[in-house]
């Protein structure tokens, strides 16, 4: 389905922010993309879904193919109607709308018809949403602003959707209850997801297969239930020992082994 091949990206043709990744969404799957701040997660969105050159940014060698189809040149509008849709990172609603007239714009570029069908839709899968239909989306909590945008992006009738940090600023156990929605989003309407994320658990309790990165390299994949047993993942990721118990900061902050792919 999508597939990024040695995608290198710079900003301002100086600064390089990727460098040389690969990876591929397969159709129907979700994908796990994590690493720290600054690893250039939100710039492989950027790439994908055409927003780089908001930022004076551009793709300066490698290609990204959707569906036989080569994004590299082509605007964002193009790309949406392909079929991707981004989540961004912040619960950017459109806050003096009310929830279903966000839900609207999302379904904008749909026939009335289709309209209608997928509002239907966006409340099966959250109900709180449809309780608060009629409600201003500015003074939704922010789990709800959460669940919003990514109702209003099921709208457009993605076939791939980019979600970045869904989990950012929210209570464990509204994270818990977003990413099993996500899951569920999944497998009722057979859609992809490429997922950005820093809470690196709650990641790959959902994702089928996963990308570490750093500095703008992919520096360790594989298969979620096999990232979660890694050690270097568990440890410098999770923050977990050996035995899986959280590690104290006084043993962080002495702690020595570099990480295998920095070796």
Not at 98 to 103: D, G, I, P
Not at 148 to 154: E, F, N, W
Not at 159 to 166: N, Q, S
Not at 214 to 227: M, R, S
Request: aromatic share 6%.
């Amino acid at each position: 389905m999508l597939t990024l091949n040695s995608v290198e990206v710079r900003y301002s043709e100086v600064i390089l922010a990727l460098k040389g990744i690969s990876f591929e969404v397969p159709e129907g799957k979700i994908i796990a993309l994590m690493g720290g701040n600054g690893a250039g997660k939100t710039t492989t969105l950027k790439a994908i879904s055409g927003l780089l050159d908001i930022e004076d940014g551009d793709i300066t060698d490698g290609h990204i193919d959707f569906n036989d189809q080569r994004l590299n040149k082509k605007q964002a509008d193009e790309i949406v109607r392909l079929g991707i849709v981004q989540i961004p990172e912040g619960r950017r609603v459109l806050e003096h709308f009310t929830t279903e007239e966000n839900l609207k714009v999302g379904g904008h570029t749909q026939p009335t018809a289709a309209v209608k069908t997928k509002l239907d839709n966006v409340y099966q899968h959250f109900p709180r949403l449809k309780e608060r239909r009629h409600e201003t989306s500015g003074y939704l909590s922010g789990g709800e602003q959460q669940m919003l945008v990514i109702g209003r992006a099921l709208m457009a009738i993605p076939k791939l959707m980019l979600v970045d940090e869904a989990s950012l600023g929210l209570a464990p156990l509204l994270v818990e209850e977003i990413f099993s929605i996500l899951k569920n989003i999944n497998q009722q309407d057979k859609m992809a997801i490429l997922l950005v994320e820093q809470n690196v658990r709650a990641a790959l309790e959902i994702a089928d297969h996963g990308y570490v990165m750093e500095n703008g390299k992919i520096v360790l994949d594989g298969p979620a239930e096999k990232l979660k047993d890694n050690e270097d993942v568990r440890e410098f990721y999770m923050g977990l020992s050996k035995l899986g118990e959280k590690k104290r900061f006084r043993d962080v902050k002495h702690y020595k082994r570099r990480k295998r792919w920095l070796a």
